[in-house]
């Protein structure tokens, strides 16, 4: 008879979990708190960027996602009001959420292909009402942080989405002003922009941001909404495969990237990795310590940055761009690349000044 085996939460690390479980003749259900797949709260629909090594990425999960990893046509870069057009090399947008074209629905379609059993709006807020070796992928959600001593930091932003018919691109901004930075992509005709930091951001602080965007992008997105949530980066120990009796899948097993808090792409390989977990428990742990090895690293400089003062990071950011890329590729080594299995760093050529 098929072992039983339970996860929390339908989102990249969870489905991708259960689909490898499923493969291995693991009778397994879902439990996921939202009413269905695109998960709680208002984030998504929302659209993504990240790095990812696609094919190395497919081989480990056994699953290919190509189809919803998009290479942006263009990428425009804002250090204070100098704008920069950057080589996209090297990264991809990617959607989230609710609708059909969403990396989300092309998990679940997979897993129901392979049996997955789901029970949607299922909220659970005790790990104790799961069964030992059970898999939490609870993502950038509170309750389970607590619950499972997991250190966390809370993250603060602004979002806005809308509808836009453009070929995909990124936007990134960083400004003395804000604590992280903002971005938007498009993708797949949906428009999503999160201006984000470690720290509350008041309105001011959006509406400043909007009014440059509005003139530097001449974008006026009508309206934006204030979201909070919770990111695995506090200790340079966060990274933890269990917790208790649990094994920990995606971001809140702190696959997420300390510098610029990218997530899909740990969330990606960390699904294999807990499903691993269950059936080769030596094999994961070696390939998640292969995996968070530049953690440490990457936290430590990440506080180092923080004491720099705006204005000098600002300087470095533009110094960074203006050297050859041989210089900042050898800068940013493979080793120390925050990004859970990034081979390289993305190109971010200047094409030209904008
Ligand atoms: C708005 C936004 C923008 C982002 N932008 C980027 C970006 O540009 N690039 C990047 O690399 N990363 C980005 N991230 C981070 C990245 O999306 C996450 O790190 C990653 O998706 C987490 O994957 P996961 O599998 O851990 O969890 P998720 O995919 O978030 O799935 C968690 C699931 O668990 C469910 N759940 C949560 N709590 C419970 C509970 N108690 N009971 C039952 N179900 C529960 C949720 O509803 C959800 O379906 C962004 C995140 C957000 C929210």
């Not at 960074?320 to 990034?342: D, H, N, Q, W, Y």
């Amino acid at each position: 008879m098929a072992k039983k085996i339970q996860i929390l939460g339908a989102g990249l690390s969870g489905m991708i979990a259960a689909i490898d479980l499923s493969r291995h003749d693991y009778e397994v259900t879902i439990l996921e708190g939202a009413p269905g797949i695109g998960g709680l709260g208002n984030f998504h629909p929302s659209t993504h960027g990240t790095p990812i090594d696609g094919p190395a990425a497919w081989k480990y999960i056994g699953l290919d996602l190509s189809s919803c990893f998009v290479p942006p046509k263009a990428f425009r870069c804002y250090l204070g009001k100098r704008g920069f057009d950057l080589d996209p090399e090297g990264l991809f947008l990617v959607e989230r959420g609710p609708r059909e074209s969403s990396i989300d629905h092309l998990l679940y379609r997979e897993a129901q292909k392979v049996g997955v059993k789901f029970e949607f709006s299922h909220l659970v807020r005790k790990h104790r009402d799961l069964p030992p070796g059970s898999i939490i992928a609870t993502g950038l959600f509170p309750e389970l942080y607590e619950e499972l001593g997991v250190p966390k930091l809370q993250a603060f932003g602004w979002a806005t989405r809308m509808e836009m018919q453009r070929p995909p691109e990124l936007v990134a901004y960083f400004d003395n002003y804000i604590g992280d930075y903002y971005y938007s992509a498009v993708v797949n005709g949906i428009f999503f922009g999160m201006l984000f930091q470690r720290s509350p951001v008041p309105r001011e602080i959006m509406e400043r941001c909007r009014a440059f965007l509005r003139e530097r992008e001449g974008l006026e997105s009508p309206d934006w909404f204030y979201a909070t949530n919770y990111v695995p980066v506090i200790d340079p120990d966060n990274p933890r495969l269990f917790a208790g009796d649990k094994i920990l899948a995606g971001t809140i097993a702190g696959m997420m990237d300390p510098v610029f808090l990218f997530g899909i792409n740990g969330a990606v390989l960390s699904g294999r990795i807990a499903a691993r977990a269950v059936y080769e428990r030596d094999e994961a742990i070696k390939d998640f310590k292969h995996y968070t090895r530049n953690f440490r690293l990457n936290h430590r400089a990440r506080k180092w940055g923080e004491k720099m003062p705006p204005q000098l990071r600002m300087l470095w950011g533009r110094l960074f761009l203006a050297l050859p890329e041989f210089i900042r590729r050898a800068l940013v080594p493979t080793s120390k690349i925050g990004i859970p299995g990034i081979k390289e760093f993305p190109s971010c050529r200047v094409i030209k000044k904008i």
